[in-house]
Structure formats: C-alpha cells, structure tokens
C-alpha cells in the first residue's frame, strides 16, 4: 500500500535521491523547494518513471507564515502525510567566529532549525489525528562533533540533533516515529553553496577519498522507513569508510 511522503529540499542532493528512492518503491511524494522549475521536472520524471503521484508545493520554510499558509491548503487526498522527511538545510561560509558573515547565520538559523520546527509542526496535526506517523530530521555529523570554522553551522545541526530528541520524547505518546540521520561528507551541492558557488573550492571538499553519494543517504533513509511498527531507529550517524567523524579523514 503506498504512503505519502513529505520532502523539503526535494530539488536536488539528497531531497531529490529521497523522492526517486520511495518513489520507485511505490509511494505518493510531496515535493518542495524554492525553485519551480526544478520541482516541475522532478514532478514529470517521477511521474513518468515510477506511476506515482506527486504534488509539488514552491516553499521557502525560512517563511513561517508561509510555510503555515501553504501547508493548510493541503487537498483533503494529501493530507494523511505517513512520512515527513526535514531535508532542506544548509551551509554558508567557512570563517572564523570573529568574521563570520552575519547574514549567513541568519540564513543557516532560519532553513536549518527555525524552518525544520515550522514545517514539522503543520504537519503534526495529520499525524497525531492519526495516531501514527515517521518524521526524518536530517542533521550532520557537524552536530556530533564542533570543528574550526564551523560555528553557527555546527551550532544549527547540534540544535537538530537536540530537537530530534524533544520530538521523539514528546510524540511518543502519539505513537510517531522520530529518526535523526547524520550524515557525513555527501557529494552533492552542499559544498558549492557552502563556498558560495567556487567550483574550486568546493571541489576541494571531496579529493583524495570517496565520499558518500545522495543515494546512499537515500537508502538508509527508505530502510528506516521500512521497519515493523514496532522498530525506531532513534539517532544514526553515516559516513563514508574514509570518514571517522567530523574532523579526521583518510585522503590519498
């Protein structure tokens, strides 16, 4: 039986693997990003490949009011949201403490938690009314360990880390599923955003080892997705095998 599944940052990385992923697998996806028209190609290709049904929603979840707005006029056949998968997040600029751009915390602030709570709490209702349902908060290995010039960064994957946990606690009683999923170094656009579009630099991010693809996020995140009722895997922290943690690599 197909379920809905509910991504934000469905537009490229690790978003877009999530919704190929269940998608080929069968389920109905909500998709939403900032840029229509790659939520207008990714809703075709779905749709063309898989036979699934796809509604795609233009959101920036840095706007509560909005966020709020666009998700109570979900259609009544939407609504029953089975999966929420929190995806859209990221990171700008590498500076010290003391010369960090402002702006970019604000930003990071903004997508990485304050748009994480706005999102997960118009979805709840259809849940709870429910009685069941699985949320996905995709934090970082940047919440596990705190690295130079990570700073707000860090400090915003550390606060998804410690919202995941409040979720699963408070939502326990409402039978909801909460799973935290920390990856490590992801080949996608990550880097080329955090470096402010320096292929250069961004390139630099994943030499001399292999990093994780989007997809291998993906997978672990569908197999989550797919326990018996009665399993929850709570935290789970993902790295490649040249990848120990946060801070050491193994780069030929």
Same mark, same amino acid.
């Given at each position: ?26 389920? /109905?996806?909500?998709? +939403?990003?900032?840029?229509? /028209? ?14 699934? $049904? ?77 009685? $069941? ?70 390139? $630099? ?33 993902? +790295? ?13």
């Amino acid at each position: 039986m197909s379920r809905i599944v509910f991504i934000t940052g469905a537009t490229s990385g690790i978003g877009k693997a999530c919704a190929e992923k269940f998608a080929s697998n069968g389920d /109905d996806i909500i998709i +939403t990003g900032r840029r229509k /028209d790659r939520l207008i190609e990714l809703k075709k290709s779905l749709q063309k490949e898989f036979k699934v $049904k796809v509604f795609e929603i233009v959101l920036d979840v840095q706007n509560r009011l909005k966020v709020f707005s666009a998700l109570e006029k979900l259609p009544e056949e939407w609504q029953a949201v089975d999966i929420l998968i929190n995806n859209a997040g990221l990171a700008l600029g590498r500076d010290f403490f003391d010369e960090a751009n402002l702006d970019d915390w604000d930003t990071m602030l903004q997508t990485n938690v304050n748009g994480l709570l706005y999102v997960t709490r118009s979805i709840l209702p259809h849940m709870v009314t429910r009685n $069941k349902g699985h949320i996905i908060n995709l934090g970082s290995v940047a919440g596990k360990e705190i690295y130079e010039k990570g700073n707000i960064y860090c400090v915003s994957k550390t606060a998804v880390d410690a919202i995941s946990k409040t979720m699963r606690i408070d939502l326990l009683k409402h039978n909801i599923k909460v799973t935290a999923v920390h990856p490590g170094a992801v080949e996608t656009e990550f880097a080329l955003v955090r470096f402010k579009g320096d292929k250069s630099m961004a390139a $630099k991010t994943y030499e001399g080892y292999m990093p994780l693809h989007a997809s291998d996020i993906a997978d672990v995140i569908y197999y989550c997705c797919s326990l018996p009722g009665n399993v929850c895997i709570n935290d789970l922290v993902i +790295t490649a095998t040249a990848q120990a943690n946060a801070i050491y690599f193994n780069k030929k």
